[in-house]
């Protein structure tokens, strides 16, 4: 991925704040399975998942998909936190083939651009072999347009390129900026059941079942769409897990919008001092509503910069 060229991905508070939400349930899966996972990833300059998933998740197996430009290999291999993760150099859909995907797996596709076709060439290889308590995480620009004119896709332009992935009744406003997201989640959704259908042909039994459905755009920034699940057999007690008690879990076409309040670090503090207290804080006239609404469903997740002098 070329993206972390150009931006540094552990100063995006938005999406830190995915990270963690992801983090967090992530814990709570693999308690629940109990299964020695490997973590697929793109590492990219700052490899900020890969630390994480090992501290946190105590994922000692780690492969991360470097693409792009092998003058990078140099700066990459440097930036690589922890010896033990493998690097390998090529495009998704050609390592993904080389690795053993039929063992637990937590796969976490962040790509930095705009739907593609070799995205779904990655599923059909992901879900032929991921087994059962496997987690697929996928991420991408949510903008449906056409990279050569600009402009939004339409049917027929859709069509051409996605072919037989495209959802039967689908429509021009499909692909405007408040459709899109739910365009690419039916045709994810397909994409990946038709794979669960071929394996239950064969008694497998399985089930994906989704839990993520994110939508964030950091200021200014590309507006992104992360969706995701796990697969499992289709009696699963997933329910168990307690996964359900994360607000942020989506479970259909609804979803969860990933908004950072725009507040100081001593405006936060104060609405953690009066946070049963909401007439109050608005009653102050210091914080928008808006904002502290933003807040109390992200200020478990959010980050904390500070300036430090060394």
């Known amino acids: 991925m070329n993206s972390p060229r150009k931006i540094n991905y552990e100063l995006r508070p938005a999406k830190f704040t995915e990270r963690k939400m992801l983090l967090a349930s992530l814990t709570s899966i693999c308690r629940f399975y109990n299964l020695d996972y490997q973590y697929i990833g ?5 490899f900020t998942d890969f630390k994480l998933f090992h501290k946190e998740l105590h994922i000692n197996k780690m492969t991360s998909i470097e693409g792009g430009d092998l003058l990078q290999k140099e700066r990459v291999e440097f930036n690589r936190p922890f010896s033990f993760i493998n690097l390998e150099y090529g495009l998704s859909t050609t390592i993904l083939t080389k690795l053993n995907l039929s063992e637990p797996s937590i796969i976490w596709l962040d790509y930095d651009n705009a739907l593609e076709n070799h ?11 991921l087994p059962a308590g496997s987690i697929y995480i996928f991420t991408s620009n949510r903008e449906l347009k056409d990279k050569n004119t600009g402009n939004q896709y339409e049917v027929e332009s ?19 900026g408040t459709e899109n997201y739910k365009t690419i ?9 038709s794979f669960i259908d071929e394996r239950n ?11 993520f459905n994110f939508l964030y755009q950091e200021n200014g920034g590309a507006k992104m769409y992360t ?11 997933l329910t168990d897990s307690n996964i ?3 607000e942020f879990i989506e479970l259909g076409e609804e979803p969860h919008r990933i908004n950072i309040p725009n507040l100081t670090i001593k405006e936060s503090e104060y609405i953690d001092k009066n946070f049963d207290d909401e007439d109050s804080i608005i009653e102050s006239r210091i914080i928008e509503e808006h904002d502290l609404k933003k807040y109390k469903q992200t200020y478990k997740y959010l980050p ?3 300036d430090v002098r060394l």
């Open 42 to 46: 793109f590492g990219g300059l700052s």
């Open 119 to 129: 995205m779904f060439e990655d599923i059909s290889i992901i879900f032929r072999k």
């Open 158 to 176: 859709f069509s051409k390129k996605f072919g037989s992935l495209i959802p039967f009744d689908v429509k021009n406003v499909d692909f405007s």
């Open 185 to 193: 989640r039916k045709m994810l959704l397909g994409h990946i059941n």
């Open 201 to 211: 042909l064969l008694n497998e039994n399985l089930k994906f079942y989704q839990l």
């Open 227 to 237: 969706f995701g699940g796990v697969i499992d057999k289709k009696n699963s007690n």
């Open 244 to 246: 359900n008690n994360f």
């Open 304 to 306: 904390n910069y500070f």
